[in-house]
């Protein structure tokens, strides 16, 4: 910054000359001491300036706009000054801001042109080595325009070189981004790609919606070209990774969900200090509900699960290691409510989340008793349980199958929603539901299910082409249910935004063509109470969104526990799946027969 200084005041000085000539102002005139004194505040002046408006203290980025005024405040501060100064120090001086604003004309472009051929040495193109791959960059926003340079400009990134670039802007159709041109949009990719002979397409978006990064890799599949994606901005905001760190696609990638927004301090706020329980602490949902609570340190996190491998993943992912000597595991089943009410009176949580549940569809449809015994009356001796200590907020896990259920799964977590709305209305306390469909990668997924049939070789099955579900990652599902825990009111279900439904077959199709093995994909048929596509609201449901966006609240009508109570287990599985229908409320008068008998 020393030498910037230096230079900045030689330039000053050669135009304070250069004025001085132009006007004649000291033809004939001796040196004197208030001249020396002059000259010398002509050296400290630029220096002084520019330290004040930033320039030599790292403040401004190189070639930037704010470098631009900081150097435009600078010499603006210094021919005020130096007019001011030689007026005070050579008296009768017949112009004095005349000279300074004529030595500012020469030395503001003198300054600016120092920086900007820095600026161009510094981002001149590396030669690339001879194995850079070629590609094509979709996008030429600030994203692609920064990945440009990075890649053509950093001695670091010399893998890929960029060829050519597309973007759907018309107006950008003339653009040149360091010499790469922007060539049309994405109808042109396979003419562009064949032109020149380009490897890679890389997808540099911002914030690039599931759609568009679907439509670009099934579009750069089909003209031989290699999808990738730049980091997304929590990626980067996380370290570890730059914009040219292109990688391939991800799953989470195709659904392009917007990031979370969440009110961290006022979650924070309320859950430090609390006794916290979740059930079915070892699953999916459960587990990283644990994690994300853990941070907020609660007084205590009690983790209960009838699996104790599950229990001792869950810690050991918390706290390093997993003795499971500590209180904070209680191994339980929600079904046994003797042993339920005795963790209740143990630890008298203060929050509960209820997160243990059977959710295999077609099991349950077969086994329709145990998704009675489980979803329905488990949750029933919980809510009870909850009252009896009186707990401050009850949290249930729901699923998008039961907005307009058509299975087991969805009537019996429908009856769910229902019974702790019912309890809302008895207890001085909040009941509430959280509704959202399917976690991507949890266990039994259809992700981890897909993968496991390529990775043994094939086939690949998928119920059928059109099949399409909501998904939602663990950490984003985990929370948008903490935001909804602090906004909801008793008696509600909160629905969580899902984005956009995803086929399954596309993401089928992705997994496959990440493989260099030749994999069918079969489709088998929709199974018994299957749907073709989820719904996140049922018929005649009304949603409102009055504190979060992603987070609609609906109203749930309550169900009475003497409804539910005097099922049957023994009965036969088509008669009990009409029962638990009815007491969903998706049922005939044969149903309503059935359950009043």
Same mark, same amino acid.
């Given at each position: 910054?020393?030498?910037?200084?230096?230079?900045?005041?030689?330039?000053?000085?050669?135009?304070?000359?250069?004025?001085?000539?132009?006007? %004649?102002?000291?033809?004939?005139?001796?040196?004197?001491?208030?001249?020396?004194?002059?000259?010398?505040?002509?050296?400290?002046? +630029?220096?002084?300036?520019?330290?004040?408006?930033?320039?030599?203290?790292? @403040?401004?980025?190189?070639?930037? #706009?704010?470098?631009?005024?900081?150097?435009?405040?600078?010499?603006?501060?210094?021919?005020?000054?130096?007019?001011?100064?030689?007026?005070?120090?050579?008296?009768?001086?017949?112009?004095?801001?005349?000279?300074?604003?004529?030595?500012?004309?020469?030395?503001?472009?003198?300054?600016?042109?120092?920086?900007?051929?820095?600026?161009?040495?510094?981002?001149?193109?590396?030669?690339?080595?001879?194995?850079?791959? /070629?590609?094509?960059?979709?996008?030429?926003?600030?994203?692609?325009?920064?990945?440009?340079?990075?890649?053509?400009?950093?001695?670091?990134?010399?893998?890929?070189?960029?060829?050519?670039?597309?973007?759907?802007?018309?107006?950008?159709? @003339?653009?040149?981004?360091?010499?790469?041109?922007?060539?049309?949009?994405?109808?042109?990719?396979?003419?562009?790609?064949?032109?020149?002979?380009?490897?890679?397409?890389?997808?540099?978006?911002?914030?690039?919606?599931?759609?568009?990064?679907?439509?670009?890799?099934?579009?750069?599949?089909?003209?031989?070209?290699?999808?990738?994606?730049?980091?997304?901005?929590?990626?980067?905001?996380?370290?570890?990774?730059?914009?040219?760190?292109?990688? $391939?696609?991800?799953?989470? $990638?195709?659904?392009?969900?917007?990031?979370? $927004?969440?009110?961290?301090?006022?979650?924070?706020?309320?859950?430090?200090?609390?006794?916290?329980?979740?059930?079915?602490?070892?699953?999916?949902?459960?587990?990283?509900?644990?994690?994300?609570?853990? %941070?907020?340190?609660?007084?205590?996190?009690?983790?209960?699960?009838?699996?104790?491998?599950?229990?001792?993943?869950?810690?050991?992912?918390?706290?390093? %290691?997993?003795?499971?000597?500590?209180?904070?595991?209680?191994?339980?089943?929600? @079904?046994?409510?003797?042993?339920?009410?005795?963790?209740?009176?143990? #630890?008298?949580?203060?929050?509960?989340?209820?997160?243990?549940?059977? /959710?295999?569809? +077609?099991?349950?449809?077969?086994?329709?008793?145990?998704?009675?015994?489980?979803?329905?009356?488990?949750?029933?001796?919980?809510?009870?349980?909850?009252?009896?200590?009186?707990?401050?907020?009850?949290?249930?896990?729901?699923?998008?199958?039961?907005?307009?259920?058509?299975?087991?799964?969805?009537?019996? /977590?429908?009856?769910?929603?229902?019974?702790?709305?019912?309890?809302?209305?008895?207890?001085?306390?909040?009941?509430?539901?959280?509704?959202?469909?399917?976690?991507?990668?949890?266990?039994?997924?259809?992700?981890?299910?897909?993968?496991?049939?390529?990775?043994?070789?094939?086939?690949?099955?998928?119920?059928?082409?059109?099949?399409?579900?909501? #998904?939602?990652?663990?950490?984003?599902?985990?929370?948008?249910?903490?935001?909804?825990?602090?906004?909801?009111?008793?008696?509600?279900?909160?629905?969580?935004?899902?984005?956009?439904?995803?086929?399954?077959?596309?993401?089928?199709?992705?997994?496959?063509?990440?493989?260099?093995?030749?994999?069918?994909?079969?489709?088998?048929?929709?199974?018994?109470?299957?749907?073709?596509?989820?719904?996140?609201?049922?018929?005649?449901?009304?949603?409102?969104?009055?504190?979060?966006?992603?987070?609609?609240?609906? +109203?749930?009508?309550?169900?009475?526990?003497?409804?539910?109570?005097?099922?049957?287990?023994?009965?036969?599985?088509?008669?009990?799946?009409?029962?638990?229908?009815?007491?969903?409320? #998706?049922?005939?008068?044969?149903? $309503?027969?059935?359950?009043?008998?």
């Amino acid at each position: 910054m020393a030498a910037e200084a230096g230079y900045d005041t030689a330039a000053w000085f050669g135009g304070v000359l250069s004025a001085i000539w132009l006007t %004649r102002e000291l033809a004939g005139a001796g040196a004197t001491p208030a001249m020396w004194r002059a000259v010398i505040a002509m050296f400290l002046l +630029p220096s002084g300036c520019g330290l004040l408006a930033g320039l030599y203290v790292g @403040r401004y980025q190189r070639g930037s #706009f704010d470098e631009v005024v900081g150097v435009c405040l600078a010499a603006g501060g210094t021919a005020l000054s130096l007019g001011v100064v030689d007026a005070l120090l050579v008296p009768g001086r017949r112009a004095p801001l005349l000279i300074a604003g004529s030595a500012a004309a020469f030395a503001l472009p003198a300054m600016l042109a120092a920086r900007y051929v820095l600026f161009a040495v510094r981002r001149r193109s590396r030669a690339l080595a001879s194995s850079a791959v /070629k590609i094509i960059v979709f996008g030429a926003g600030a994203a692609g325009a920064q990945l440009v340079h990075r890649l053509l400009g950093q001695r670091e990134s010399r893998y890929y070189r960029p060829v050519a670039m597309l973007d759907d802007d018309p107006a950008k159709r @003339r653009l040149r981004i360091r010499g790469v041109p922007v060539l049309g949009g994405r109808e042109r990719l396979a003419e562009v790609a064949a032109r020149t002979g380009a490897k890679v397409l890389v997808i540099a978006v911002a914030g690039a919606s599931g759609a568009l990064i679907r439509d670009l890799t099934a579009a750069a599949d089909s003209c031989g070209l290699t999808p990738k994606v730049i980091p997304s901005i929590n990626e980067l905001l996380g370290g570890g990774v730059c914009i040219d760190g292109v990688r $391939d696609p991800r799953i989470s $990638d195709l659904l392009g969900r917007r990031p979370v $927004d969440i009110d961290v301090g006022a979650v924070a706020a309320h859950f430090a200090g609390k006794r916290i329980m979740v059930t079915g602490a070892g699953g999916s949902i459960g587990s990283e509900l644990c994690r994300q609570l853990h %941070r907020f340190r609660p007084a205590e996190l009690i983790m209960l699960d009838r699996d104790e491998s599950a229990l001792h993943a869950v810690q050991l992912t918390l706290h390093g %290691r997993a003795l499971l000597d500590s209180e904070e595991t209680a191994l339980a089943d929600i @079904r046994d409510g003797r042993r339920v009410r005795q963790v209740f009176e143990r #630890f008298r949580p203060q929050i509960v989340f209820h997160a243990a549940a059977l /959710k295999h569809l +077609p099991l349950l449809e077969q086994f329709p008793a145990e998704a009675l015994k489980t979803n329905v009356w488990g949750t029933l001796t919980l809510l009870e349980a909850a009252a009896e200590c009186g707990v401050e907020s009850f949290v249930n896990i729901s699923t998008d199958k039961a907005a307009n259920p058509t299975s087991v799964l969805g009537y019996s /977590k429908r009856a769910a929603e229902r019974l702790t709305s019912h309890m809302a209305g008895q207890a001085a306390a909040t009941y509430l539901s959280v509704r959202f469909g399917n976690v991507l990668g949890s266990r039994g997924s259809v992700l981890t299910a897909l993968s496991a049939q390529i990775a043994a070789g094939g086939p690949v099955t998928v119920t059928h082409p059109e099949v399409s579900r909501y #998904f939602m990652t663990a950490n984003e599902a985990v929370q948008l249910v903490l935001q909804a825990t602090v906004i909801g009111s008793g008696g509600e279900v909160l629905v969580l935004d899902m984005g956009e439904q995803v086929r399954i077959a596309d993401i089928a199709r992705r997994l496959v063509a990440n493989t260099t093995r030749d994999i069918d994909i079969v489709f088998t048929g929709l199974r018994p109470g299957e749907k073709l596509a989820e719904d996140l609201l049922g018929h005649g449901e009304i949603a409102q969104r009055p504190y979060h966006p992603l987070i609609q609240h609906v +109203p749930v009508p309550p169900l009475p526990p003497d409804h539910i109570t005097g099922l049957d287990p023994d009965t036969s599985a088509d008669e009990l799946r009409l029962a638990i229908a009815a007491c969903a409320g #998706f049922a005939g008068s044969e149903v $309503d027969r059935l359950v009043t008998q």
